[in-house]
């Protein structure tokens, strides 16, 4: 029989907490407590520190959401099809979490802190399909500015993980399950309406970061 993962109680715990107070608010010992370990010095313990636990955060959830974008981006034949690759296996990762779940807004605050906003870009360098796929998506967009391209790509980034914390946020608040599915087929559409908007100013494309 596996022995379980003795880190798993601390991850979960941090994810709440980020989710909850955000990440600069938490201290690894408030996370130890959280988790139950009476070893206060648990996270640098079990991950090296803090860089190293908000790493393995991000890396469990890539490591989830990747096996279903690869099947789904492997059958994409258009661009609403690379879209649906990214984004459903993301939403179906969601809807996957106990109740009430953290995932989604531990998410949003990594993307919004500004000592943490690499990390999603680094996770996702090391599960490459993702970054497969947004390459699809720019090829299918090579009619477009490619400055325009990349600032619709990062303003999808932040719409998709904003709109899905904001639904976790309402689920648990209303005490009613989340609508995944409807949620994602959503997304897929509004996401592929964006990046294929009309462009009337093409030199002046935003920088959504």
């Known amino acids: 029989m596996p022995r379980p993962d003795v880190r798993l109680p601390l991850l979960d715990a941090a994810e709440r907490l980020f989710a909850e107070r955000g990440i600069a608010t938490v201290s690894d010992r408030q996370v130890a407590e959280a988790a139950g370990n ?27 959401v990747e096996p279903a974008q690869e099947r789904m981006f492997e059958r994409s034949d258009s661009l609403l099809g690379d879209v649906r690759a990214l984004v459903i296996p993301l939403t179906d990762v969601f ?3 106990p109740t009430p779940s953290w995932r989604a807004r531990f998410l949003q605050q ?12 680094s996770g996702a360098g090391r599960h490459p399909t993702s970054t497969r796929i947004v390459a699809s998506v720019a090829q299918r967009l090579s009619h477009l500015d ?20 904001e639904i976790e946020e ?35 494309a935003p920088a959504a970061d």
């Not at 619709?152 to 980034?157: A, I, K, P």
């Open 170 to 204: 309402r689920a648990q608040a209303s005490g009613e399950p989340a609508r995944w599915a409807e949620a994602g087929a959503f997304l897929c559409d509004a996401v592929g309406g964006l990046l294929q908007a009309p462009v009337t100013s093409p030199l002046t």
């Open 38 to 64: 009476s070893n206060h010095s648990a996270v640098h313990y079990y991950f090296g520190g803090r860089v190293g636990l908000l790493e393995a955060l991000v890396e469990r959830h890539h490591a989830e």
């Open 95 to 97: 809807a996957a979490q």
């Open 110 to 121: 990594v993307m919004t802190d500004p000592a943490t906003a690499d990390l999603m870009r």
């Open 146 to 165: 490619p400055r325009t391209v990349e600032a619709r790509g990062r303003l999808t980034l932040h719409l998709v993980i904003s709109a899905c914390a």
